[in-house]
């Protein structure tokens, strides 16, 4: 049987408000994927991210990462992931030498191992001029390859990112997706949520599409895209890709 | 994770901590100095030339101790409420150890940590600034005893400004009880006096001041004086640590408020 990053199983979750954000959601990341969550904003994506990385609890449900468990086994399950959250979430005092590094600490690496890789990951992310200033002086594109360089200090196997590329401008977004194409080439795998359609069209092998707390679409992205309906996006006029007329169909108000 | 790993993790966390006290040591460390700076003047010197002898001892040094224990109580106390609390709502940075396998009970010990060592390295600065003032002598009687309530005293206040990190909502929260409830305790817990020389009804009410025997229980290290038994003071200490252990092993159990 081939190894799954995530598998999730009717995952339930109400907010303590009463909002019903996930009403049984199911999903399966293979190994080596690079999976793509689409949804429209307040689907349930973050929440779904939240529970599996271990910021939100859920109301019922279960999740495995790499087969651990994330109830009965949370360090290692936790062990293997590395997120890029939606918000940003690092003190902007810090220098982001210093976040990146000790962020390797709270995994247990040791700051000698810790530092290098850091200031390599910053490096690579073209970050190297700015990691000994403050993490508030960086552009809002910076920011959020700083938050993908805390990500994978600790090499996780499986990334998971949450609007990565939300407010970043075109030539820098096109930098991103280069670079986490180049991540799951070397074997990593990659969920992340996104509202650029085309750009997923073309990088993920999976699409789950997600309404309303409840998956609406699930398969490889051949699979949701000869869900595309020629004449019925003729007959309404519509002119974008094939993967958005999909999206806008399953998740429009019946 | 190993122990090796949780060490690590430990060490990341205090680390950090000390790194950001020190370089913002006016923030940190400079107000004790100066306030501490201002009682030595006014009540040890000014005050105390015409006050005397307290139990017989010289009215300044009596009031060494009491001094060091406020600034340990109010600045261990300080630091992990304003930590935790910044790090939960102050952009969220506290989501970096909530997705490591970084446990909740580590976390905690990282956090109290960190006011722990602040606590202690103010009030030596403390003790060391009132040296100036008593002619560069220190009496001890009993260095385990100083420094078994140091410690114990800085940690029971770091567990008490956590649990006060975790209800605060907004930074008006963590601010309400140090100002109306831990100053006038420490105050009012026999700083500037020996609780036999008030009317008998503050007595009765002094009695009731659980900063009172830690006070007691402190100064008895410097001076081998107290106004009560120090078992009694050891005894309400190691209750308090346990209380306190107790909750925040609830709020650890329970996710800390920080979960939605
Ligand atoms: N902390 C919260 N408390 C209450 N409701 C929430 C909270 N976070 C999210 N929600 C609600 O849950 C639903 C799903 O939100 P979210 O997972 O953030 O969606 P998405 O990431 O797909 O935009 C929305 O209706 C949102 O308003
Ligand atoms: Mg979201």
């Known amino acids: 049987m081939a190894e799954n990053a995530l598998v999730v199983n009717d995952l339930k979750k109400v907010y303590k408000n009463g909002t019903e954000a996930l009403k049984g959601v199911s999903l399966t990341v293979p190994a080596g994927d690079f999976f793509a969550l689409l949804g429209p904003n307040g689907a349930g994506k973050t929440t779904i991210i939240g529970i599996v990385t271990g910021l939100v609890n859920k109301t019922s449900g279960t999740a495995e990462v790499f087969g651990y468990d994330i109830d009965k086994k949370p360090e290692q399950a936790k062990a293997q992931i590395g997120l890029v959250g939606q918000e940003l979430n690092f003190n902007p005092f810090e220098k982001p030498l210093d976040i990146v590094t000790n962020q390797g600490g709270y995994y247990g690496i040791p700051r000698s191992i810790a530092r290098p890789r850091a200031e390599q990951l910053l490096k690579d992310l073209g970050l190297g001029e700015k990691m000994m200033g403050r993490a508030m002086e960086l552009s809002g594109g910076m920011k959020r390859r700083l938050m993908i360089a805390r990500a994978l200090v600790h090499k996780p196997r499986f990334l998971v990112l949450d609007e990565p590329t939300a407010g970043v401008d075109v030539e820098l977004r096109r930098g991103m997706w280069d670079y986490l194409r180049k991540l799951t080439s070397e074997g990593l795998t990659i969920l992340l949520t996104t509202h650029y359609l085309e750009e997923a069209e073309q990088l993920a092998k999976h699409v789950a599409i997600i309404s309303k707390g409840q998956i609406v679409a699930n398969g490889t992205m051949s699979d949701i895209l000869a869900m595309h309906d020629e004449e019925a996006a003729a007959k309404s006029g519509y002119k974008g890709g094939k993967l958005e007329e999909v999206f806008i169909r399953l998740t429009s108000e019946k | ?260």
């Open chain 2, 1 to 260: 994770m190993t122990t090796y790993q949780k060490w690590i993790a430990f060490y990341t966390m205090i680390r950090k901590d000390i790194v950001r006290m020190f370089r913002i040591w006016v923030q940190t460390f400079l107000p004790s100095v100066i306030t501490s700076t201002l009682y030595f003047l006014v009540f040890g010197t000014v005050l105390g030339s015409r006050i005397g002898d307290m139990q017989g001892v010289d009215y300044m040094t009596f009031v060494v101790p009491g001094l060091v224990m406020l600034a340990v109580v109010t600045t261990s106390y300080a630091n992990t409420s304003f930590m935790f609390f910044t790090s939960k709502f102050f952009a969220r940075s506290i989501d970096e150890i909530l997705v490591s396998p970084t446990p909740p009970w580590l976390l905690i010990a990282g956090f109290v940590s960190g006011g722990i060592v602040r606590g202690l390295l103010v009030g030596l600065l403390v003790l060391l600034v009132s040296l100036f003032f008593t002619g560069l002598t220190l009496t001890i009687h009993s260095a385990l005893v100083i420094f078994g309530f140091a410690f114990l005293t800085a940690l029971v206040f770091a567990l008490a400004g956590l649990v006060n990190g975790i209800y605060a909502k907004t930074i008006d929260g963590i601010n309400i009880v140090p100002t109306f409830f831990l100053t006038p305790l420490v105050y009012l817990g026999g700083i500037f006096y020996s609780v036999h020389s008030l009317p008998d009804w503050w007595q009765a009410i002094t009695y009731a001041n659980p900063l009172f025997y830690l006070i007691n229980g402190f100064r008895y290290g410097f001076l081998g004086i107290t106004d009560v038994a120090l078992s009694t003071s050891v005894l309400i200490l190691l209750v308090m640590v346990v209380i306190l252990v107790a909750i925040n092993w609830y709020f650890i159990r329970t996710g800390l408020g920080l979960k939605q």
